[in-house]
């Protein structure tokens, strides 16, 4: 065991250790939450072809310049253009054709008149609807009365008025929302290259865990890391995979480990990493060396490819997993058992293990400390491996109004992470408060439930009185 | 088609017909953000017996009472407690049992004292950690120097001290993040009642529409909205299930959505809403009297119940869909067509369909003009069926700082929501900027995937110079 680690360092350590995920390509509704790695070109202008913004008529903006209520002007109906009809009529002069809105201007209009400065075709005054074609054919023949005048190119939306062919619809690097998903669709594309999400198995260790739902010996406790993780996970856009907790043998442990590593781009264990004689994740994982979980294999191998592609039932897989193409090799190094100046979650471990390197968490055991180990490590490598920003967390700086007058106390030279929960900043105030909940004990899971954010008490601060200003790290 | 609707209006009309879903029986980790029905009661303390915060030593703290490091009291160790061991040892006076964090404390001992305030049994000074069980098992025997004295209870966790068993764990209720779903793991719920996330139905309508991937014939586009929208869906919390686009008429579109039915909790289409002689969505549904797509069942039919549970392929469905129980019937009301005081997304068709009065979202289809026709109606309503607050986006007050020095104008009348870009307050700076992002025409995707704030014109504002003060709403 190393010495001591602070947060920040051992962060900063993690996030030097893990690279973006290979790209791969999806399906546009599976891309959601991703990281595009390439400049997707529009291969279609948007539109891509004049059209009406407008129900109403397409005309000549010549032939209705002196159109009003008192005199309209009545123009010839040839037709409708409905969108995505197939044959458009030719709009001559003294005509019109009836269009719809996003249908194709047709050749000879320069301009639409919405159907609210004609009078329909009804032969009456000015209407606010069309009839439904479906129920008066009629309408799309006969003549209308034009009320009032339009500019050449009023109510048309130009070609590439949006986006033009060949102009770079997203950029690499763009995060795949809803408008941007919805952008690509439009330029026509049904995949995309992307960071994918990482698989995340997490398990719990511990001879005393019992699964939810089953009744407890004596000596026995509910597995709730597995869950606490497994759900963090997911909310931090993985895909997770939990494991049923592990007995306390390190033979065993290193064996699943294993068979976890075909579907894993993380994994994450609670539990066995302190200074008991039965604390089995350090136990098996302090010396992988000449295990099938150490690194270090001979650069030339073309195992390396087969982390992500070869787990042989293709689940998860994309169309492309960049089979056959040579990566350059992973960076090995052992799992590292550290101390860590902070409460909770003093003893952390971390490493690469397996032939591709696949990040290994080994966080403490209290429940406490699980969770927050994941959410200042786990979550940023998460995002790290997925191309994202690291550090995607708000936090605000807020007064801390304990619910007694005692003061808090933390250990000098550690950072201490409290439970709280926030309220915003009332009107007129700058900054909002946050309430500690609970005590600083890394088992008490009834509180963390009641915690909405974690209240961040520096090293170099051992006693908090009722109004200092804190930062808090809003929790979703 | 009744009158002009203000924004609120109809939104406070949309959440009035939305009522929240019948509660199912979900698996734990399926419960992720569901909202709680029942008040959960602890069947177990936490923790569930008096155990170990350390590893250490379970003493009698009489015993060490006077131990210092020059004159170390020496104890016989009797055994080991690991967490989960079956058996453990009773500790007499002038006895130790070795003993791990989470284990419980040995009968007879009333403290714990850390192995780094002890010799490790090793017969030496003080040490940082215990040998490992598996390589050296003497150490759960022979004898151990404790150096410090520790006062009765310390380190010792107490039965109950999180939460007493009978006592409420989590209220009904409480939306399930990863610290909740942890806390319900550990008190032995494998099940939780929730209400479910809704699956909705997303279909655009329109003959023009084009899968992406396949090429475009003239006149016509690719298909952007149900990409959209049933991104938009995902994010907002639910099960979302893209249909192909349909063609614009009446009879298929009603077919279609009769068919998707069974699987809906909502309904979202796109297109056909507006005043044109094709706007199919409105002609199909304008009138569903005497169609299966009317409401208004007999008050006595047990047909009411079918919806979630009958649809045969038990997809989706928890083990427990309320079978059989009555239920209120629902209210029914058709689908009522609008036009509402907004720009863009003038056109609203909203209404409840089916025997089960399944809300349906009739968007226009203009793509900027469904996108945010969903953040303003329909992700309030999904949200409201899961139980949650309808109103979680993020709003600030941000100074509008537009690209040029042209002033920006908005109709009288209308709330606009033009499309920003969103900077926080510098430091220093109370409020952020928020720019807007290509013009307001209501096609515009590619200035839509360029934003992340929606700028909120109010109704009698007609001009917006560089430094106005608007609402923004910020988007993921």
């Known amino acids: 065991m190393a010495g001591t680690w602070t947060v920040d360092d051992h962060l900063a350590d993690v996030l030097r250790s893990v690279r973006p995920l290979e790209p791969i390509e999806l ?12 400049d997707v070109l529009a291969s279609v202008s948007l539109p891509p072809f004049d059209n009406s913004s407008m129900d109403g008529y397409a005309v000549r903006a010549d032939d209705v310049a002196k159109a009003s209520e008192d005199e309209p002007v009545v123009l010839e109906v040839v037709g409708d253009v409905a969108a995505g009809s197939g044959t458009v009529p030719d709009v001559g002069p003294g005509r019109a054709a009836r269009v719809m809105t996003g249908a194709p201007l047709p050749p000879g209009a320069d301009a639409v008149v919405p159907v609210e400065w004609t009078d329909g075709g009804t032969g009456g005054g000015p209407v606010d609807t069309m009839a439904a074609h479906s129920a008066d054919p009629s309408g799309a023949g006969g ?56 698989r995340v198995v997490v398990l719990s260790t511990g001879s005393e865990l019992v699964r939810p739902g089953l009744p407890l010996g004596p000596g026995r406790i509910h597995d709730s890391n597995s869950y606490v993780l497994t759900a963090a996970a997911r909310a931090a856009g993985a895909i997770a995979y939990r494991v049923d907790a592990v007995a306390d043998d390190a033979t065993t442990l290193r064996t699943v480990i294993e068979d976890q590593l075909v579907r894993a781009d993380a994994i994450v264990t609670s539990g066995g990493v302190s200074v008991g004689a039965y604390d089995v994740v350090k136990e098996a994982l302090t010396d992988l060396a000449g295990t099938a979980l150490g690194g270090g294999l001979p650069e030339e191998s073309d195992d390396r490819d087969r982390g992500r592609d070869g787990d042989g039932d293709g689940h998860e897989d994309g169309p492309d997993r960049e089979k056959g193409r040579r990566k350059p090799p992973p960076p090995t190094r052992s799992v590292e058992f550290r101390r860590l100046a902070m409460q909770p979650g003093k003893p952390q471990g971390f490493g690469l293990v397996g032939p591709d390197a696949v990040p290994l968490f080994a966080l403490p055991g209290n429940p406490v400390s699980s969770y927050v180990s994941f959410e200042l490590f786990v979550r940023p490598a998460l995002r790290a491996l997925m191309g994202l920003d690291p550090a995607d967390r708000r936090t605000v700086r807020a007064r801390v109004e304990p619910d007694d007058s005692a003061p808090l106390t933390s250990p000098e030279g550690k950072r201490q992470f409290l439970r709280g929960r ?55």
């Open 27 to 38: 399906h546009l509704l599976d891309a959601q939450g991703c990281v595009l790695v390439e």
């Open 143 to 198: 003549e209308v009365r034009v009320h009032r005048p339009v500019e050449a190119r009023q109510y048309v939306r130009d070609k590439g008025g949006d986006l033009r062919a060949g102009a770079v619809a997203l950029e690499a690097g763009t995060i795949l929302g809803p408008a941007q998903i919805g952008l690509l669709a439009a330029v026509g594309r049904a995949t995309v290259r992307v960071r994918p999400r990482p």
């Open 422 to 476: 926030y309220e915003p900043p009332a009107d007129g105030e700058e900054i909002g408060t946050v309430r500690p909940v609970g005590g600083p004990g890394s088992h008490l899971l009834g509180s963390l439930a009641r915690a909405d954010a974690l209240i961040v008490v520096p090293e170099r601060t051992t006693e908090i009185a009722r109004g200092d200003e804190l930062e808090a790290v809003l929790l979703d």
